[in-house]
């Protein structure tokens, strides 16, 4: 019993959809490299904070060993400067630049190259300090000339090299403001993500490159094996119309791996097909077999009648009951043979649009004048272009039976209302009688097969009267509504009879 209660609470779990289950993909493609950047980006931060904390301590480190000789500049210092760059920086990986603003200047325009290491000509000089000015490195230290500043600025030198401005320190001595700056052109720099965002390093933009590929490839598997299952509802939609009766999901499939399901479809179709077929087929066979009988029975008792005496009333009402039996039996093989052909149509025929303000207009033009003939009267309120995704001959079908079982019963001078109307979610139609109506506790048996409520006393009401009913023909209608995805219900009117209820689907 466990088990049992378990495997209902699993059915009642909704199911997601093929497009939501793409939907949640495809916001876990989005969320995980979002989530791993984010780290990813965290330890970088890390990473060239240590880079930068180096990169700062050497930059010292040079001012230092370079201070005692700021501190005394003169006319001979700068020879000197220059051999101690090159002592300091010989056969390491960094590039020195020490610039001067003399006391009183002010402006970034007012430093100028004393030396540099790598030893680079004048003209070189110009153009790289014309160069740093842009960056806007000198602005850091415009007023105050104090500090020992990290920079992290990409800059291409003169000859297009590009270089990594690590540090600025700037020292303040009575010639005025000394800046030595430090930077870098190996790959240990240059490929980091200092100066530049994480997402532009170039492992970074190759994962994307590797992981948009990857999505793509899982989306598009996704995306192509749902359109394959929109092509199959498709077909399965329009499987019973004339245009796609040689339409075939085996043809429609692209995925290999559906051909088995699409094989299996066209399978069940044939065999829809065979069975609408082969029913139809049968019950005209049967027809024919039962009616020829039932006719021969019925000439052999002409004879018979005209031999009887006048006054030999047993045998007269004998012969009656006879043709009566047999009139019977006829109108019963016709209703069998309706019966299947009703449901061969139901297996076999498509659905379209259909305009059902218009045919319910057609139907109705047609009945009313037989029905004023028989003194009814009708009442109709159709709402205009009203549609309905369905086969028209079986949505006929469904009208035409439920409006002559109306008028049927409806009395003599009575009235059949008849109305169409959209309502939420689809469409309404309602048609009500002014007969006796039917007991509540039978109104659920009316739509069952060979079920009729029908009182003696309304055969004769209309052009049809003295026809037998079988009470097949709101059998037909609930399958009928039903096989189109609607619903059928009859209720009992307060003023008097009975209202039969059909909501079906409207269409998109």
């Given at each position: 019993?466990?088990?049992?209660?378990?495997?209902?609470?699993?059915?009642?779990?909704?199911?997601?959809?093929?497009?939501?289950?793409?939907?949640?993909?495809?916001?876990?493609?989005?969320?995980?490299?979002?989530?791993?950047?984010?780290?990813?980006?965290?330890?970088?931060?890390?990473?060239?904070?240590?880079?930068?904390?180096?990169?700062?301590?050497?930059?010292?480190?040079?001012?230092?060993?370079?201070?005692?000789?700021?501190?005394s500049?003169?006319?001979?210092?700068?020879?000197?400067?220059?051999?101690?760059?090159?002592?300091?920086?010989?056969?390491?990986?960094?590039?020195?630049?020490v610039?001067?603003?003399?006391?009183?200047?002010?402006?970034?325009?007012?430093?100028?190259?004393?030396?540099?290491?790598?030893?680079?000509?004048?003209?070189?000089?110009?153009?790289?300090r014309?160069?740093?000015?842009?960056?806007?490195?000198?602005?850091?230290?415009?007023?105050?000339?104090?500090?020992?500043?990290?920079?992290?600025?990409?800059?291409?030198?003169?000859?297009?090299?590009e270089?990594?401005?690590?540090?600025?320190?700037?020292?303040?001595?009575?010639?005025?403001?000394?800046?030595?700056?430090?930077?870098?052109?190996?790959?240990?720099?240059?490929?980091?993500?200092?100066?530049?965002?994480y997402?532009?390093?170039?492992?970074?933009?190759?994962?994307?490159?590797?992981?948009?590929v990857?999505?793509a490839?899982?989306?598009?598997?996704?995306?192509?094996?749902?359109?394959?299952?929109?092509?199959?509802?498709?077909?399965?939609?329009?499987?019973?119309?004339?245009?796609?009766?040689?339409?075939?999901?085996?043809?429609?499939?692209?995925?290999?791996?559906l051909?088995?399901?699409?094989?299996?479809f066209?399978?069940?179709?044939?065999?829809?097909?065979?069975?609408?077929?082969?029913?139809?087929?049968?019950?005209?066979?049967?027809?024919?077999a039962?009616?020829?009988?039932?006719?021969?029975?019925?000439?052999?008792?002409?004879?018979?009648?005209?031999?009887?005496?006048?006054d030999?009333?047993?045998?007269?009402?004998?012969?009656?009951?006879?043709?009566?039996?047999?009139?019977?039996?006829?109108?019963?093989?016709s209703?069998?043979?309706?019966?299947?052909?009703?449901?061969?149509?139901?297996?076999?025929?498509?659905?379209?649009?259909?305009d059902?303000?218009?045919?319910l207009?057609?139907?109705?033009?047609?009945?009313?004048?037989?029905?004023?003939q028989?003194?009814?009267?009708?009442?109709?309120?159709?709402?205009?272009g009203?549609?309905?995704?369905?086969?028209?001959?079986?949505?006929?079908?469904?009208?035409?039976?439920?409006?002559?079982?109306?008028?049927?019963?409806?009395?003599?001078?009575?009235?059949?209302?008849?109305?169409?109307?959209?309502?939420?979610?689809?469409?309404?139609?309602?048609?009500?009688?002014?007969?006796p109506?039917?007991?509540?506790?039978?109104?659920?048996?009316?739509?069952?097969?060979?079920?009729?409520?029908?009182?003696?006393?309304?055969?004769?009401?209309?052009?049809?009267?003295?026809?037998?009913?079988?009470?097949?023909?709101?059998?037909?209608?609930?399958?009928?509504?039903?096989?189109?995805?609607g619903?059928?219900?009859?209720?009992?009117?307060?003023?008097?009879?009975?209202?039969?209820?059909?909501?079906?689907?409207?269409?998109?």
């Amino acid at each position: 019993m466990a088990d049992i209660r378990n495997d209902g609470i699993r059915r009642s779990w909704p199911r997601p959809t093929f497009a939501v289950k793409i939907t949640v993909l495809l916001l876990i493609f989005l969320a995980v490299p979002i989530i791993l950047y984010d780290q990813f980006r965290a330890a970088n931060a890390e990473k060239n904070e240590l880079l930068l904390a180096n990169v700062r301590q050497q930059g010292r480190l040079i001012a230092e060993a370079l201070r005692p000789l700021i501190g005394s500049f003169g006319p001979n210092t700068a020879a000197t400067i220059a051999e101690r760059l090159a002592s300091v920086g010989e056969g390491s990986e960094v590039s020195i630049k020490v610039l001067l603003r003399p006391r009183g200047e002010t402006g970034a325009d007012s430093f100028f190259f004393v030396a540099a290491w790598p030893t680079v000509s004048p003209k070189y000089l110009i153009a790289e300090r014309n160069s740093l000015i842009q960056t806007g490195v000198f602005d850091k230290v415009r007023d105050t000339c104090r500090g020992n500043l990290p920079l992290a600025i990409r800059h291409a030198n003169p000859e297009g090299t590009e270089e990594l401005l690590a540090s600025l320190a700037p020292v303040n001595v009575g010639t005025g403001c000394w800046v030595i700056i430090t930077s870098y052109r190996t790959d240990t720099f240059l490929k980091s993500s200092l100066g530049r965002p994480y997402w532009r390093t170039p492992e970074v933009q190759f994962a994307m490159v590797i992981y948009l590929v990857m999505a793509a490839a899982v989306v598009w598997l996704f995306v192509d094996a749902w359109r394959n299952l929109r092509r199959f509802e498709r077909l399965a939609r329009r499987i019973g119309d004339a245009s796609t009766q040689r339409a075939s999901f085996r043809r429609l499939n692209r995925l290999p791996e559906l051909d088995g399901v699409a094989t299996e479809f066209d399978r069940m179709v044939t065999a829809l097909r065979d069975s609408a077929r082969i029913i139809r087929e049968t019950a005209e066979e049967n027809a024919h077999a039962f009616k020829a009988p039932v006719a021969v029975i019925s000439q052999a008792t002409e004879p018979i009648k005209r031999s009887l005496a006048e006054d030999d009333d047993r045998a007269r009402r004998a012969v009656a009951l006879i043709e009566e039996s047999v009139a019977r039996l006829d109108a019963l093989v016709s209703a069998a043979r309706r019966l299947d052909e009703a449901t061969a149509e139901v297996i076999e025929r498509g659905r379209e649009r259909v305009d059902l303000s218009g045919l319910l207009e057609r139907l109705l033009d047609g009945y009313e004048m037989a029905w004023r003939q028989a003194n009814l009267t009708l009442d109709r309120r159709i709402a205009e272009g009203v549609t309905v995704l369905a086969a028209p001959d079986i949505l006929e079908t469904v009208f035409e039976n439920v409006l002559e079982n109306a008028a049927s019963f409806s009395p003599m001078g009575g009235s059949v209302h008849v109305s169409l109307q959209r309502v939420d979610g689809g469409l309404e139609a309602r048609i009500k009688d002014e007969g006796p109506g039917v007991p509540e506790h039978k109104i659920e048996r009316i739509f069952e097969r060979y079920v009729s409520e029908r009182p003696a006393a309304g055969a004769d009401r209309m052009p049809d009267h003295g026809r037998p009913h079988f009470g097949i023909g709101l059998w037909i209608v609930r399958r009928n509504v039903e096989a189109m995805g609607g619903r059928v219900h009859a209720e009992n009117r307060e003023q008097g009879g009975l209202c039969m209820v059909i909501r079906l689907p409207a269409t998109a």
